[in-house]
């Protein structure tokens, strides 16, 4: 059963800086990718970005720059750094790992981010 466990959401100004963390419940060379997305009240789901098992990293556009993904293969943890932080950030960040070969997805239960003044 893979678990994954976000922390690190919170109450951030603009201009501000989080980062969040996923501990999963075990190697992260298990999966064949991870990343976070994010789902603002009244909106889809969007992927933030992502790092697959060889390390290739995508981000949306809208946070290019300003969002760092990586992990910690030791501790089993995926972190997303985030500066700069702008009201349209807000949101309930998951994580999110798959195997390709699979077809599985494993969800995290979400942290929740807030930029306001």
């Known amino acids: 059963q893979v678990q994954l466990v976000e922390s690190g959401g919170g109450l951030v100004q603009p201009g501000g800086s989080l980062r969040l963390s996923c501990a999963a419940s075990g190697s992260l060379f298990t999966f064949s990718a991870m990343g976070w997305y994010r789902q603002a009240p009244g909106k889809e789901r969007e992927r933030v970005a992502r790092?697959?098992?060889?390390?290739?990293?995508n981000y949306a556009d809208s946070v290019k720059g300003r969002f760092t993904i990586s992990r910690d293969n030791a501790k089993n943890t995926l972190y997303l750094q985030m500066n700069s932080l702008k009201p349209e950030d807000t949101a309930v960040y998951y994580c999110h790992a798959e195997h390709w070969s699979e077809g599985s997805h494993y969800w995290g239960q979400g942290t929740q981010v807030t930029v306001s003044s």
């Open positions: 790092i697959t098992r060889d390390s290739m990293l």
